[in-house]
């Protein structure tokens, strides 16, 4: 009998677990429960939840709370290789709230194909009408169609190496956030778009205060913001263009794009832009990032700024490539500072001005390094740029370093350095009438060529064999230069410039040499090792030659002013005895004199009246030739007269 009821107790229980089975969603937990639809129990005790389907004969578990716990997102997508090949082929968004699989699976929950990841995603995302946090698990997701964001959703992966959106066989937008609120953003996953020009990662339009962070992408344009999206944020993410890496544009200000690797794709399109700033966009601060470009890139430029107000700090900007574009083209980018960058250039010119005119721009405390022959900073439109505190390391030879056209004005050159470990002779600065050079360093190269003011600086050309200018066709000042070891230091071709207070020393050819009239030369020192320390030209006329200490002079022309200048005596004076006529008299001047004036101090000799005056044909670059005589006429050949003499010479 007892085997009896055994036997139908069995039976019973068997029955009520078929029909359990039946039972498309069951409760493992509390047996206390309140049904909400058919079907569907509510528990107290919400942790021992577990929801299933029954499809097709088989019970699938919707829940996987103790696989997935996190409850601190909104939902969690992952997914299941089926066949083996590295991509998920069913895709299952849990709800974190409920701990359901709501849309996806194998059971497509929510109406929504599992098989279809861009379908689940953009399920969860419409799902969040207010907002919220993806998790989007480590693996490959294959992205067939644009997902649009409308609320402020962060989609979140678990890290850029892991979890990827791959969309490499479709040209879309993969990630579209439009009129999104604020406050949402893309973090920790990775980003393959198809390898095209025309396919884009993340577009955020209208959508103001996005993060995009430790995100990998590599699509034709990586990532754009436009319409109005200001304080749009990229940060420690790699990018990986086709087109362009990140924009601004269309009103999409204040953004920031720092701690992030740039390095650009070879494609058979055109020529990636790296970061480019509309002009209708501006205050965009780029910082702190790594743009490295390989020989097989093409790239044209690596930053390009049409907006205003833009802010180049902290880079690193470099290029192994030997023929790529420009690394920082500016376009009528206003009030830009480009500051603490290292920038490397081998295929281009390193920073560069086109088009329309860029007002007030500051390039301070940066590192160049030349490898390529072109000028590290072309300054071709623009209005007042002042160029301070950088280091230029010189590897090449371009016709300058710092290149100022005529289209641009008002460039200044303030205490930079310049130094090549060869002697090269280039220019430093090749500028014009506007520009100014000044307390700069100049080791192994020319100075300044063609600038309106050149002062304070320190050049040294350290081989005159190779170096041959100082300072060339200057403009109205050069003062208080040291110039060593060139072939010739200083020459200005605008009249009435003025050449005051130099050093030279070392020059083979010309120390300072006049280029026009009216021109000043004073107080300066000069000591050349061979040629001429200050050459007059034929020609320039109106010269004012005072004060200077020159090892040697060289005067082809007739000056205004000449006086006080060691080693070119143009005046003097003495007095001299033991004369009689004919005598020579030894006057130390730098040429014959012009006027002689001469006093006897003997009244009387034998009781007669003594007469002197010049013999000016007998006069000569050495000496003044007198006649003595009486006042009878009668010559005096006895050696006693006494004469004070001034001899003025007139080159």
Not at 192 to 209: E, F, Q
Not at 530 to 549: A, E
Not at 563 to 574: D, I, L, P, V, Y
Request: hydrophobic share 35%.
């Amino acid at each position: 009998n007892l085997q009896n009821q055994l036997n139908t107790y069995q039976t019973k229980i068997d029955e009520l677990t078929t029909q359990l089975n039946k039972i498309k969603h069951h409760y493992s937990g509390n047996p206390f429960t309140t049904a909400i639809y058919p079907g569907q129990f509510q528990a107290e005790n919400i942790s021992g939840m577990h929801w299933y389907t029954w499809l097709s004969g088989t019970l699938y578990n919707r829940t996987d709370t103790l696989a997935y716990p996190e409850q601190s997102v909104s939902y969690i997508i992952f997914g299941k290789d089926v066949d083996g090949d590295g991509v998920y082929d069913i895709i299952y968004a849990k709800n974190c709230a409920s701990g359901q699989i709501e849309f996806g699976g194998e059971c497509n929950a929510g109406g929504v194909d599992g098989s279809n990841a861009s379908a689940v995603i953009q399920a969860v995302a419409n799902a969040l009408s207010d907002g919220g946090i993806i998790r989007l698990k480590a693996g490959t997701y294959l992205i067939s169609t644009g997902i649009m964001i409308f609320s402020p959703i962060k989609l979140v992966g678990e890290g850029m190496f892991s979890t990827c959106l791959d969309a490499s066989t479709n040209i879309i937008d993969v990630i579209t956030f439009s009129s999104a609120g604020t406050g949402g953003g893309v973090f920790d996953l990775r980003i393959v778009g198809k390898n095209d020009a025309s396919s884009r990662g993340i577009v955020v339009n209208n959508t103001p205060h996005i993060l995009i962070s430790q995100v990998s992408i590599a699509a034709g344009e990586c990532i754009k913001f436009t319409n109005g999206s200001h304080h749009g944020r990229v940060k420690s993410s790699r990018i990986y263009a086709l087109k362009y890496g990140v924009i601004y544009d269309d009103d999409s200000n204040g953004g920031t794009v720092e701690a992030c690797s740039f390095a650009g794709e070879n494609g058979t399109w055109g020529r990636p832009i790296e970061i480019f700033v509309n002009s209708t966009s501006g205050d965009i601060t780029i910082r702190a990032n790594y743009f490295e470009i390989g020989d097989g890139f093409v790239g044209e430029n690596m930053i390009y700024l049409k907006g205003d107000e833009c802010k180049i700090e902290n880079n690193h900007i470099g290029t192994t490539r030997t023929g790529g574009g420009i690394q920082i083209k500016l376009e009528g980018a206003d009030k830009t500072i480009i500051s603490g960058n290292t920038i490397m250039n081998s295929g281009n010119k390193s920073i560069s001005f086109v088009t329309a005119i860029s007002n007030k721009v500051e390039i301070s405390n940066n590192y160049f390094r030349i490898v390529f022959a072109e000028p590290a900073i072309y300054a071709d439109y623009v209005s007042v740029l002042n160029i301070e505190g950088n280091i230029f390391e010189i590897a090449a030879s371009p016709t300058a370093v710092i290149e100022s056209t005529a289209n641009s004005e008002h460039v200044h050159v303030i205490g930079n350095t310049f130094y090549s470990p060869i002697n090269r002779d280039i220019w430093s600065f090749k500028g014009k009438a506007t520009d100014i050079f000044s307390n700069n360093k100049v080791i192994g190269l020319r100075g300044a060529y063609g600038v309106s003011i050149a002062k304070g600086n320190y050049i040294n050309g350290r081989d005159p064999s190779v170096v041959t200018l100082g300072l060339a066709n200057m403009g109205d000042l050069v003062e208080g230069n040291y110039i060593a070891n060139v072939a010739t230091a200083i020459q200005s071709t605008t009249a009435g410039a003025r050449i005051i207070g130099n050093k030279i020393v070392g020059t083979t050819v010309d120390g300072i040499i006049s280029g026009n009239d009216n021109q000043l030369i004073a107080f300066n020192y000069v000591s050349a090792s061979s040629g001429n320390g200050i050459r007059i030209r034929s020609g320039d006329t109106g010269i004012i030659l005072v004060n200077n200490d020159a090892s040697s002079y060289s005067i082809s022309e007739s000056l205004s002013v000449v006086h006080g200048n060691k080693g070119f005596a143009t005046e003097n004076s003495g007095i001299s005895s033991g004369l009689a006529d004919g005598s020579y008299v030894v006057h130390g001047l730098v040429g014959t004199p012009a006027t002689v004036t001469l006093t006897c101090l003997n009244s009387t000799y034998d009781g007669v009246p003594v007469i002197v005056s010049w013999d000016r044909a007998r006069t000569n670059s050495t000496h003044i030739a007198v006649h003595i005589y009486w006042a009878n006429g009668t010559v005096i050949t006895d050696p006693v007269i006494a004469v004070s003499w001034q001899a003025k010479y007139q080159p």
